[in-house]
């Protein structure tokens, strides 16, 4: 594989034809179902959700991205679509759970045992894989997560102890989806920048359980939340050194709209480090050797054979046009720097 290579984290822009952009934008990401946000009528949704997938890999691939996603176009969120498909969840009648701005939040309900009924991405990745000769990566939300934004009714209201189910769920998933064709699946833990001393009492072993015999590459992908909801960002990460404890073999993390000092990327040896240098807070497109700046701030800390390109965070919630621009943005200022440390390995 070649130096540099570059992704998404994950999502894509949805076409507006598909989605009501604006009452997407207008709410936190849901967590129950929000089949209000789809503009096509239920027996069309699959085939127009097709076509936008075919969309949203041609536009990766027009932009020159090496390891495609779906764009999650099928997705109302990130964790949404695994998240309410689970046993043991009431999603008819939501609870509710504090989003990681502090306010309240309609959240699926947790009843009973938390069991994984049948594959939920399955198809997904499979679809993925019949339409690129590209590597492929797809997403599922991390038990951690999941645990945060839920009401846990069942396990006592332990919070601990539905993670560890959740987390077996995910085990589940993430084992059909490399069998499906998958070459990296990635887990997206967010809560555990919000929520530390939970990541650290009981987070870890949650999200090691979800990885526990895994084959393949995984990923995990934590951040400070999507730059359109929240928009402060603090200068480092609250849980992330952690996370070289955990047994994926990729971490993808933000350092482009938070400046993050790069210094900390050198307690994560050993781990591939997914680079987020796509600021998804500002709509205007990066300058390539922008991009190449915030690479070239890495290097001293990460070996470049350690290092992929990436944006800060999903895609989703960006103009479709400005989303493109600013992949091919990442692959030129990926090239940049890569063209440089092949001449200097050359001298």
Not at 235 to 257: D, M, R, V
Request: with cysteine; charged share 25%; hydrophobic share 40%.
């Amino acid at each position: 594989m070649k130096l540099l290579p570059t992704t998404i984290v994950g999502s894509y822009p949805q076409p507006e034809w598909l989605i009501d952009r604006a009452k997407l934008a207008g709410r936190f990401p849901p967590r129950v179902r929000a089949r209000e946000l789809w503009r096509i009528a239920p027996e069309y949704l699959q085939e127009a959700q097709d076509d936008a997938t075919l969309m949203a890999i041609k536009a990766q691939e027009d932009a020159g991205i090496d390891i495609i996603t779906d764009g999650e176009m099928r997705r109302e969120s990130y964790s949404n679509r695994f998240a309410t498909a689970l046993e043991g969840v009431d999603i008819d009648n939501p609870g509710t759970a504090l989003d990681r701005s502090g306010h309240p939040n309609p959240v699926p309900r947790v009843t009973g045992k938390i069991r994984r009924r049948h594959a939920v991405e399955i198809e997904d990745v499979a679809f993925l894989r019949r339409h690129t000769t590209r590597r492929i990566k797809i997403s599922v939300p991390g038990p951690f997560t999941m645990a945060q934004q839920a009401q846990i009714d069942h396990y006592g209201g332990s919070r601990e102890l539905a993670a560890m189910d959740y987390a077996v769920a995910v085990n589940e998933e993430i084992r059909d989806l490399f069998s499906a064709g998958a070459d990296v699946v990635q887990i997206d833990e967010p809560y555990m920048q919000a929520r530390p001393e939970e990541a650290r009492a009981w987070g870890q072993k949650a999200l090691n359980l979800a990885l526990d015999g895994v084959g393949g590459t995984t990923a995990v992908h934590i951040c400070f939340g999507y730059a359109a909801i929240i928009h402060t960002r603090p200068s480092g990460y609250s849980f992330l050194p952690e996370l070289q404890a955990c047994s994926c073999s990729q971490i993808s993390l933000e350092t482009a709209q938070s400046n993050l000092d790069c210094s900390v990327l050198a307690r994560l040896s050993g781990k591939t480090i997914m680079l987020g240098v796509i600021d998804l807070s500002d709509m205007q497109v990066e300058a390539p050797n922008t991009v190449a700046a915030r690479i070239r701030r890495a290097l001293p800390f990460v070996k470049p054979k350690d290092l992929i390109v990436c944006t800060d965070c999903g895609m989703k919630y960006l103009p479709r046009d400005v989303a493109f621009g600013k992949m091919q943005a990442m692959v030129e200022g990926a090239r940049i720097v890569r063209e440089e440390l092949e001449a200097a390995s050359a001298h």
